[in-house]
C-alpha cells in the first residue's frame, strides 16, 4: 500500500488537525442548537399553541452539530488510515451537512421577518382573548414589556411587546443564520482537504 510523501503528508496532517476542530464545532453547533431549543425564556414564549416555525432552523441546527461531530470522527480515521473510501464517505457527508447548515443560515436570515410576524399574531391572539393567561404574562415578565396598562399592570416598562418580540427574536434567529452559514464556509476547506488527499493517495497507490 502506497503511503502519500513530502507535500501530501503535510495535507494529511493538516486534514486531521482539521478534523479535530471541525468535531470541537460540532459539538458548539450542537450545544448552540440545544441552547436555543431549550432555553426557558424561549419555551415560556412559544408554548401552548405558539408557532413553531421558528424552531425548524434549530432543529436543523441541532441534526447537523450532531452529524459534525460524527463526520469529523471519519475524516481523522480517513486521514490516519489515508484511506480513500472514508474520506470519499467524508467528503459525501461534508456535502449533505454543507447544504443542510445553508439551509439552516438561509431559513433563518429569509424568514425572519415572517417568523417574527408570526409571534406577535400569536401574542396578539392570546391577549385578545384573555389578557390574563400564562402565556401573556410570560411574554411580559420575559420580555419586560407592556401591551397595554390593563393587561400587565405590575410591568414598569415603557416598551411595546411587539418592539420587544422583535427585539428577541431578532437575535436569536441571527444566531441560527451566522451560525449555519460560518460553519458551512469552514466545510468547504475541509471537502477541499479531503479531495486533494484522496487524490494524492489514489495517485501514489497507482505508482506502485
Known amino acids: ?18 478534523n479535530f476542530i471541525f468535531w470541537v464545532m460540532g459539538s458548539l453547533v450542537l450545544a448552540v442548537g440545544l441552547w436555543l431549543r431549550l432555553d426557558p425564556n424561549t419555551k415560556s414564549l412559544l408554548e401552548n ?4 416555525t421558528f424552531f425548524i432552523g434549530v432543529y436543523i441546527l441541532i441534526a447537523a452539530g450532531g452529524l459534525v461531530m460524527l463526520v469529523g470522527f471519519f475524516g ?7 484511506s480513500q473510501c472514508l474520506l ?11 447544504g443542510a447548515e445553508v439551509a439552516a443560515g438561509v431559513f433563518g436570515f429569509l424568514n425572519k421577518d415572517e417568523i417574527i410576524k408570526e409571534i406577535k399574531n400569536f401574542y396578539d ?16 415578565d420575559v420580555l419586560n414589556c407592556c ?4 393587561l400587565c399592570p405590575d410591568v414598569v416598562s415603557n416598551q411595546t411587546c411587539h418592539a420587544a418580540i422583535e427585539e428577541f427574536f431578532n437575535t436569536k434567529l441571527f444566531i441560527v443564520g451566522y451560525v449555519g452559514i460560518g460553519i458551512a464556509g469552514v466545510m468547504i476547506i475541509g471537502m477541499i482537504f479531503s479531495m486533494v488527499l484522496c487524490c494524492a493517495i489514489r495517485n501514489s ?4
Not at 125 to 136: D, E, L
Not at 147 to 150: H, I, L, Q
Open 1 to 18: 500500500m502506497g503511503k502519500v510523501e513530502g507535500g501530501m503528508k503535510c495535507v494529511k496532517y493538516l486534514l486531521f488537525l482539521f
Open 49 to 52: 399553541g405558539g408557532p413553531d
Open 76 to 82: 481523522c480515521c480517513g486521514a490516519v488510515r489515508e
Open 88 to 98: 470519499g464517505l467524508f467528503f459525501a457527508c461534508l456535502l449533505v451537512i454543507f
Open 125 to 140: 391572539k392570546s391577549a385578545g382573548n384573555n389578557g390574563n393567561n400564562a402565556t401573556v404574562k410570560s411574554y411580559h
Open 147 to 150: 401591551g397595554s396598562t390593563s
Open 205 to 208: 497507490r497507482e505508482v506502485i
